[in-house]
């Protein structure tokens, strides 16, 4: 079971458990939201010497923009970006408590299986991945004075955001939760606790859609199958009658309940011609038809899995079918890597081995030794950092082979950006030139 670390930083709340999670039940210290220009800050800002960074020797100069976001009985959150993943915007939890170090390497290299899976399963999984589920990044420090550095996915829970999304962003909502599930569900593991904190619309650059909170994951074949929230499957159908405003009747009970065949086919049939009604006026027909028979497959699928005598022999499930019908493809933005861990091996030539060398989509920063291993090394050259796409102008730094503009789209707003062109860093974002030509041999500056 993977351990309970909620890779969220809700900015607004923090607490901070005994079980390394980051959650939102509790409010910021007075001293949350404070940008600090150097890690020495931390300490006289927050009165703490156990919240300053400046007591780790090995994050010395490591983060700029630090912003303290809260603490708790247990530990201290920071946000940041990190030089040493590429400027990407991370948390990093500092324990108060000593005894930690072990617990949040397992909890840490947990979650990590999940990118690692997907590296495993192919580039669309890995898409899925980078686009969906944040991750821890890595452990360090002592059993004294651990730290620990995730993603930072700052948002809300789709049950405080559900009423604040308007016409097409329902819509897109909706396929962004197919395509997360899609992430869990295709590399053969359940998530099993999708409630309405657990699936977040980021509060930048939203509405995007993430899950977290890994702590019940499981192989789908040990995965909850007895309805309502945590059952994964029934996530779809009851947000999609949520969504688009369906009449109670087509509504999906939250918690796990017997439910009758008639019952079951009945509140389908409702929703579908609910869905027709709301979504499906200016869509194709045959597209939307395609679309509600997936969908009708997943809800059925739910039921017989709860219904299955034999629950092991469960490995798959038909969301990742729903995921690539037409309609779904067309709601969904296009996918960015929001959470990149730089998980992935690729075989050098020539070798039948595996090699240290990652691939993160063209895009290498962090080097494993071992698909379980738990060491982390890095290495200086820049890589893909989120944003949403953007208008960009284009100056060659090197040489500009016609893909400047189109990459530059991936890269963030903030300018000057410098992007490479060709090499194994391709398409990797950097706010620093491109340095080091056995990576990046053609790159440009990308221009608001």
């Known amino acids: ?42 300490r006289a800002k927050t009165k703490n010497s156990d919240c300053d960074l400046s007591r780790y020797k090995e994050l010395k100069d490591r983060f700029e923009d630090l912003t303290y976001a809260g603490s708790g009985a247990n530990g201290c959150v920071v946000l940041a970006e990190d030089k040493k993943n590429s400027y990407l915007e991370v948390a990093v939890k500092l324990s108060k408590r000593a005894g930690k170090l072990k617990s949040w390497q397992d909890e840490c290299e947990q979650s990590r299986s999940l990118h690692q899976k997907a590296c495993a399963a192919g580039h669309e999984q890995l898409l899925l991945a980078e686009r969906y589920l944040p991750i821890c990044l890595e452990v360090g420090g002592t059993n004294d004075a651990p730290f620990m550095v995730m993603h930072a996915a700052g948002g809300k829970g789709i049950g405080a955001m559900r009423s604040k999304l308007r016409g097409e962003e329902r819509l897109s909502v909706f396929a962004q939760m197919v395509g997360a599930l899609t992430a869990m569900h295709g590399i053969g593991v359940s998530h099993n606790d999708l409630h309405n904190n657990n699936v977040v619309i980021l509060s930048k650059p939203g509405p995007l859609v993430a899950f977290i909170d890994f702590g019940e994951v499981q192989p789908l074949k040990y995965a ?36 009758r065949a008639a019952t079951r086919d009945q509140r389908k049939k409702a929703l579908m011609e609910c869905l027709e009604e709301k979504w499906g006026k200016g869509e194709d027909k045959t597209s939307f038809g395609e679309f509600k028979k997936a969908l009708g497959e997943v809800v059925d699928e739910a039921y017989d899995h709860e219904h299955k005598e034999n629950k092991h022999d469960i490995t798959t499930t038909r969301v990742a079918k729903l995921y690539h019908t037409t309609f779904v493809q067309k709601h969904q933005p296009a996918l960015q890597s929001l959470f990149p861990a730089h998980l992935c091996k690729k075989k050098k030539q020539g070798t039948s081995s595996d090699s240290e060398e990652l691939d993160h989509l063209q895009q290498p920063s962090l080097r494993v030794t071992t698909e379980d291993s738990i060491p982390l090394t890095t290495t200086d050259e820049p890589a893909t950092v989120p944003s949403l796409p953007s208008k960009h102008l284009t100056t060659p730094e090197q040489q500009d082979n016609g893909d400047c503009k189109t990459f530059c789209h991936n890269c963030p707003k903030k300018s000057p950006m410098y992007v490479c062109l060709a090499g194994t860093a391709s398409r990797g974002c950097s706010k620093k030139p491109w340095s080091n030509r056995n990576s990046c041999t053609s790159s440009c500056t990308c221009m608001e």
Not at 1 to 6: A, K, L, S
Not at 231 to 242: M, T, V
């Open 224 to 259: 909850v199958y007895r309805g309502g929230y945590k059952h994964d499957e029934n996530l779809l159908p009851r947000e999609a009658a949520q969504l688009a405003g369906c009449p109670a009747e087509a509504h999906y009970p939250f918690n796990s309940g017997i439910e």
């Open 1 to 42: 079971m993977f351990g309970r670390i909620t890779f969220a930083v809700l900015l607004s709340k923090v607490l901070l458990a005994s079980s390394a999670r980051v959650t939102s039940d509790a409010k910021l210290s007075t001293g949350a939201r404070t940008s600090l220009s150097s890690d020495g800050e931390l």
